[in-house]
């Protein structure tokens, strides 16, 4: 159980130089992903071209990233070093609820970016309306309430707690109080994460064919040269349909990459629900827990930031202005 004399005094028989080099690992993930999505953030509030619909998304995931590296990862890294865990009951409450959090919320968050990306390239001519930016902002707040509810309340109304495990004391994993709140629990998730894995998977699979059908009809006109339209919400703005599409064409591929990173960081955690579900990691669950278990979900705070400063020119440009400590003034054409 996980009581707070429990908790300040479990150790591990695991080795003092093993929880060592796993504590230098989460202090460099947890430095990279704080320096990282810092620089994200700061990068859309400090420029205001990047202050597109879609990179309201990108805002909101960084700043889950932010919860992690704030209120998750620096307590397994400490806990590490210290080879237990320090911090209580309340602190193993608090930092397995922001765990949860920080998950849920990038997973919705994700699925909205999906979303945008199939309104935007495949029904451009309601995405207006379904994306405006007062929206993006609304289905945002809404996402980060709606699993906070879900993390502060459900959770405790269906007996689920929280306690450091027994092999690593610097790892926190959820704490069930019947066998009924375990398999609940569990079948929950696997609708919380396969839905939304549906929803994504569609939505780029048609987005990538209707990138893939527009560049071979607009090819005649990139040789005739009349690729231009006008730009809906301004008559007076005309707007270059080659760049315009090759400028979507990059978004769509840097998000695609963002998700693929997602998931294959976190594919050890989805893949940890079904094996407890089936009472199936018991035996593999001391190596498990750490190397091919939430190093690669910590990881997945820190590489976002990485991926769009080598695939966004803006996004490099501005991280280049901050750290300079300079302030970039330019034109920009939102385009998503």
């Avoid at 405790?156 to 092999?167: A, C, D, N, Q, Y």
């Avoid at 006109?221 to 270059?240: E, K, Y």
């Avoid at 991926?307 to 202005?321: G, H, P, V, W």
Wanted: charged content about 10%.
């Amino acid at each position: 159980m996980c009581s707070n004399h429990n908790i300040s005094t479990n150790t591990s028989s695991r080795g003092a130089v093993l929880f060592f080099i796993e504590g230098c690992i989460f202090l460099i993930l947890d430095l990279v992903a704080f320096m990282g999505n810092s620089l994200v953030c700061l990068a859309i509030y400090r420029n205001s071209s990047l202050r597109t619909v879609t990179n309201f998304f990108l805002f909101s995931l960084a700043l889950t990233d932010l919860v992690a590296a704030i209120a998750v990862i620096p307590f397994n890294t400490i806990s590490s070093f210290a080879n237990c865990w320090v911090f209580g009951y309340l602190g193993c409450q608090l930092v397995g609820g922001f765990a949860y959090c920080w998950a849920g919320i990038s997973l919705l968050t994700l699925t909205l970016v999906a979303l945008n990306r199939y309104t935007c390239v495949v029904r451009p001519s309601i995405y207006t309306k379904t994306f405006s930016k007062k929206r993006a902002k609304v289905m945002i707040i809404v996402t980060w309430f709606f699993t906070s509810i879900v993390v502060a309340i459900v959770f405790p109304l269906l007996g689920i707690r929280f306690k450091v495990t027994r092999e690593n004391p610097a790892i926190v994993s959820p704490l069930f109080s019947s066998q009924s709140s375990f398999t609940l629990f569990h079948a929950i998730h696997i609708v919380y994460i396969a839905l939304p894995c549906l929803v994504m998977t569609a939505c780029y699979f048609k987005v990538f064919l209707t990138i893939k059908k527009h560049n071979k009809s607009v090819i005649p006109s990139f040789q005739t040269g009349q690729a231009f339209f006008i730009r809906r919400r301004n008559p007076m703005t005309v707007i270059d349909c080659r760049n315009h599409g090759i400028e979507e064409a990059r978004m769509t591929k840097l998000l695609a990459i963002v998700l693929a990173g997602f998931f294959l960081c976190w594919l050890p955690s989805f893949l940890t629900i079904l094996l407890r579900l089936f009472h199936a990691i018991e035996k593999v669950h001391e190596v498990y827990s750490n190397f091919y278990h939430l190093f690669p979900a910590y990881l997945s705070s820190s590489i976002n930031p990485v991926i769009y400063a080598t695939m966004s020119k803006q996004f490099r440009l501005e991280f280049l202005n901050i750290l300079r400590f300079k302030k970039k003034n330019s034109l920009f054409i939102d385009v998503s």
